[in-house]
């Protein structure tokens, strides 16, 4: 065990080794050691995974040609990828974790339904990224000569929750050599994977079923389950990683390795996934895999379990930040331990569930809503009215006396508006995630728009007249050794 200052002074692979004590306080300048190339290997480890090449079969599914699938997969990631960029400098100029700093835009204790159900978005978000690997590893798997059965099944699901559970639970030092070490493999992999789906798979790049009203509806339908769903979502989790980075790094730099590490693998996988499916969009994405890339069957194996657990210890890691954040006083480590158990539980509900393309869809949907409406007031607050200066110990400090307020009921009518737009533009597969603007339009979803815009037109018309907090000029990129009121973390 290491103090609760972090482990300064030792190796990469002694921190690695070592329970990460940090909780939501500031980290020290003497623990900020991330390099700008670290924090690339996380984020593209974090989107090097099975979810998104099955995601990318949705464009097929929908009647969208290839080339229309990629077109639309490459113009919502990339804004995706921006947006989530941005969120990463909060961190990295602050030291903070991301729904910490949420409270300078909710308040004190206004701020902890906010953290909370984005704690419970990350239980779900776990037993999805599991669920997905378990149906391509235990096809491989039979093809190994294992049976395809729940034995297989849950046993591979159960070394996958213990393995990721260990290094979520170790923390960040652990997640980031983690990922250094084995994403360059994993990438290389890859690139193998791709070359054989080109050149054995039978690629269908202009056939499209749907034209004109349809085709744009099913434009809307992918850009928001899978576009810009997939980079803008690891937004509540940006300033968790890059409040490790070095001092000395420039925004620039941070943004960018961020954006891209997240941009790339996203993109690559939604192609392969889509060329995957082009001419057999009813298939199985196992039997894909296993159709194109059975001479590789054990290579594909190691990129399919680690593309799980490569996300999943993110969430492990960051789940109890967003309960701490939300006041509910843990050690972070300990928090993390209840999380792997809970996440357990929610698989179980995932392989109970009688039609997986029905759970995905939704989820999906509502985690793009949840997102862009919670992200859009953060993203205020901190660029707009605070002009990217926070004032870290006030963050710290009781809702009686945080120049942030206890509760901004302002900032919470915002983001219940900004979910209920995203809701009445949403089209889902299932009625009650069928907003009445959407069944209108026949299935057009701009959901993620809708919550964006209403959410941070609400939030800046509301809040603007009130009066910010002057941070004091030491503490406009965060000091954290002037925060003078601890957490229990």
Not at 66 to 93: D, E, P, W
Not at 200 to 225: D, F
Not at 288 to 313: D, E, W, Y
Request: glycine share 10%; aromatic share 12%.
């Amino acid at each position: 065990m290491i103090s609760a200052s972090g482990p300064s002074g030792i190796g990469e692979f002694d921190k690695a080794l070592s329970v990460d004590q940090h909780g939501i306080e500031p980290i020290p300048d003497a623990d900020r050691d991330s390099t700008a190339r670290q924090q690339f290997w996380i984020w593209f480890g974090a989107n090097i995974a099975p979810l998104y090449w099955v995601a990318g079969a949705i464009g097929p599914q929908l009647g969208l040609s290839l080339v229309q699938s990629i077109v639309i997969m490459v113009v919502g990631q990339a804004l995706g990828a921006l947006i989530f960029g941005a969120f990463t400098l909060m961190g990295k100029r602050t030291g903070v974790a991301q729904f910490a700093l949420g409270r300078a835009a909710f308040g004190r204790r206004g701020n902890n339904v906010p953290s909370i159900i984005n704690g419970l978005v990350t239980l779900a978000w776990i037993g999805l990224y599991t669920y997905v690997v378990l149906d391509l590893a235990t096809y491989c798997l039979h093809k190994l000569g294992l049976p395809d059965d729940n034995v297989t099944k849950y046993s591979v699901a159960v070394v996958i929750m213990i393995i990721q559970l260990i290094i979520g639970t170790l923390g960040f030092y652990a997640i980031r050599t983690f990922e250094k070490w084995t994403v360059p493999v994993l990438a290389v992999v890859m690139a193998m994977m791709t070359v054989l789906a080109f050149s054995k798979g039978r690629i269908v790049w202009n056939h499209s079923t749907v034209h004109g009203s349809g085709l744009i509806i099913a434009a809307t339908q992918l850009m928001t389950a899978v576009a810009i769903g997939f980079g803008f979502g690891w937004a509540p989790w940006a300033s968790d990683y890059s409040r490790f980075t070095r001092r000395e790094l420039t925004d620039k730099s941070v943004y960018w390795v961020s954006a891209l590490g997240t941009f790339i693998p996203l993109i690559w996988l939604g192609v392969l996934g889509a060329a995957m499916a082009s001419s057999s969009t009813n298939s199985d994405p196992a039997e894909l895999v296993a159709s194109l890339f059975g001479v590789m069957t054990i290579p594909v194996l190691l990129v399919i379990i680690h593309g799980a657990v490569a996300g999943n210890i993110q969430c492990v890691y960051s789940a109890p930040l967003c309960f701490l954040a939300g006041g509910i006083k843990l050690k972070r480590w300990v928090g993390s331990v209840i999380t792997g158990v809970i996440a357990s539980a929610v698989l179980v509900g995932f392989l109970a569930s009688a039609d997986f393309a029905n759970s995905f869809t939704n989820y999906m949907s509502s985690f793009v809503i949840w997102t862009a409406s919670w992200g859009v007031i953060v993203a205020i607050d901190f660029f707009v009215l605070n002009r990217g200066r926070i004032d870290v110990p006030a963050l710290y400090a009781s809702g009686a006396t945080s120049p942030y307020g206890d509760i901004r009921w302002r900032s919470l009518a915002a983001l219940l508006i900004g979910l209920v737009s995203g809701w009445a533009f949403e089209y889902g597969t299932v009625s009650p995630f069928q907003g009445p603007i959407a069944r209108a339009t026949n299935g057009l979803d701009l959901s993620w728009l809708a919550s964006i815009v209403f959410g941070g037109l609400t939030y800046w018309l509301l809040c603007r007249s009130e009066p910010q907090v002057v941070s004091p000029p030491s503490l406009v990129h965060g000091d954290a050794g002037a925060v003078v009121a601890q957490e229990t973390s």
